[in-house]
């Protein structure tokens, strides 16, 4: 039971490259979420996917793509990427929106565009 | 939207001394509370979690309390240990979409 995967741990981008993040979860949880952290923030929520077929803008999706490919796997897109999109970030899963139950967070993935 | 505001940002204690960390949300509408730990280079883990119902919970030296008139909820350890420094995190749900997370606290245990 690996819980929440994400990968790769570390990319280096140029401004205005692609690419995607990938995050999978065995833990068979209906809602996924991409969170971004930037020191002294917190945690500030990309886009979130309540179930399988759908997907919601969070607190900051300007300059992001989400897909829920099926119900294990959750990716983000960068289509052109910016310096200021340099940060960690985190997928996480829950059983569900409203259940009163925690968030199991993946390792992070760390991001630099030069 | 849901605001969560925690305080200090940066918390420095002796070891075997108690920490406190504060937490105010804005939204009358939630009713969930956990609260992270986040290690270095690692993703947060929850720690401890109360929900409304409850006022006060407790799991060995951690615990939490809630004040939901005045939309307050701590946390508390006690007995700290080196192994307790790291980043804390606040959370809150109103059972709408997902958390929303308070913006930190560093905790330094010195030896």
């Known amino acids: 039971n690996a819980g929440v995967t994400q990968t790769p741990k570390f990319q280096v981008l140029k401004t205005g490259q692609s690419m995607t993040l990938q995050c999978a979860q065995d833990?068979?949880?209906?809602?996924m979420y991409w969170y971004r952290q930037d020191p002294g923030m917190g945690l500030r929520l990309i886009y979130y996917?309540?179930?399988?077929?759908?997907?919601d803008k969070g607190e900051v999706p300007n300059g992001y793509n989400v897909s829920r490919l099926n119900k294990r796997e959750f990716s983000l897109r960068l289509e052109s990427a910016a310096p200021s999109q340099t940060s960690v970030y985190f997928c996480?899963?829950?059983?569900?929106?409203?259940?009163?139950?925690?968030?199991?967070f993946g390792p992070g993935t760390r991001l630099t565009v030069l | 939207g849901e605001n969560v505001e925690q305080h200090p940002s940066t918390l420095s204690v002796q070891e075997g001394d108690s920490a406190v960390i504060k937490c105010t949300y804005s939204?009358?509408?939630?009713?969930?509370f956990p609260w992270y730990k986040q290690e270095l280079g690692k993703g947060p883990q929850l720690i401890i979690d109360i929900r409304s119902n409850v006022g006060e919970k407790k799991d060995q030296r951690i615990a939490v309390t809630l004040n939901k008139t005045a939309k307050h909820f701590s946390l508390h350890i006690t007995e700290t240990q080196p192994e307790d420094s790291a980043v804390y995190f606040c959370a809150s749900d109103t059972g709408r979409r997902a958390l929303t997370f308070g913006s930190g606290t560093r905790l330094q245990v010195q030896p």
């Open positions: 939204d009358s509408a939630s009713n969930y």
């Open positions: 833990m068979n949880h209906n809602s």
């Open positions: 996917s309540a179930s399988e077929g759908t997907t």
């Open positions: 996480a899963s829950s059983e569900a929106i409203g259940a009163q139950r925690q968030q199991f």
